[in-house]
């Protein structure tokens, strides 16, 4: 199993919502089971799925303590992807979070408040030594600030080529349960979730080969 946190010191930058709808992307592309999981004391994602009449993706309630277990325990249950939405704080408790992520990815929408916040998340994710990307969110279209912020971001890492503009669509899908996906199968929203979740696989997909490649040159220099 994948565990994929998202993590951002800013509040309002979409976490929660990019959480549910890269979760229902992945199911429908035939990427699950998939499966949620909110540390956030807010709570909003476990409102949100509270709401859902699909049953899928799952939930699993998960204190911090219980985390690692519960990953444990989920992998074994044959999930593919743990989606985890995380806090709008930079605390030790978001470190031990992104301690279990195989990836990480960061919202950020394209205004100089966010943009001067990236820098703590980044950290976060370089210290943990685990791979990310951003994500740029709520986007006007058309707006020439959307394309300096993602190459403002491009300094830092790497840049999820989707874009999640900023439409009322995924405010009113979140408030029972669904996803632009089931709302506008065939809408721009809908469009931009599906490729954003195509791009965060393949990055998660790429890092891991990485990781394991790295492994087994470690092991074979172990053994000379």
Not at 3 to 32: C, M, P, Y
Not at 40 to 51: E, I, T
Request: with cysteine.
């Amino acid at each position: 199993m994948k565990t994929i946190v998202l993590a951002s010191q800013k509040g309002g930058a979409g976490k929660t919502t990019l959480a549910a709808h890269l979760a229902v992307a992945a199911e429908r592309a035939g990427d699950g089971p998939c499966v949620l999981i909110d540390t956030d004391p807010q709570a909003s994602l476990a409102a949100w799925w509270n709401g859902r009449e699909d049953e899928t993706p799952a939930f699993a309630p998960a204190t911090l303590k219980e985390l690692s277990g519960k990953l444990e325990a989920l992998a074994r249950a044959g999930y593919t992807y743990a989606f985890i939405d995380t806090p709008p704080a930079i605390t030790e408790s978001i470190r031990a979070v992104v301690m279990q992520a195989d990836f990480v990815l960061i919202p950020t929408r394209p205004s100089p408040h966010d943009l001067r916040a990236v820098g703590r998340t980044v950290e976060l994710a370089t210290d943990a030594a685990r791979p990310f990307a951003f994500a740029v969110t709520q986007a006007k279209p058309n707006a020439r600030l959307t394309v300096q912020a993602m190459a403002a971001l491009s300094q830092h890492g790497v840049v999820a080529p989707a874009i999640v503009h900023d439409r009322v669509d995924y405010a009113a899908s979140m408030i029972d349960g669904r996803t632009v996906l089931e709302i506008d199968p065939r809408g721009r929203s809908a469009a931009e979730v599906v490729e954003l979740w195509s791009s965060v696989k393949t990055r998660v997909n790429e890092s891991t080969k990485a990781r394991q490649a790295e492994g087994k040159k470690n092991g074979k220099q172990e053994n000379r």
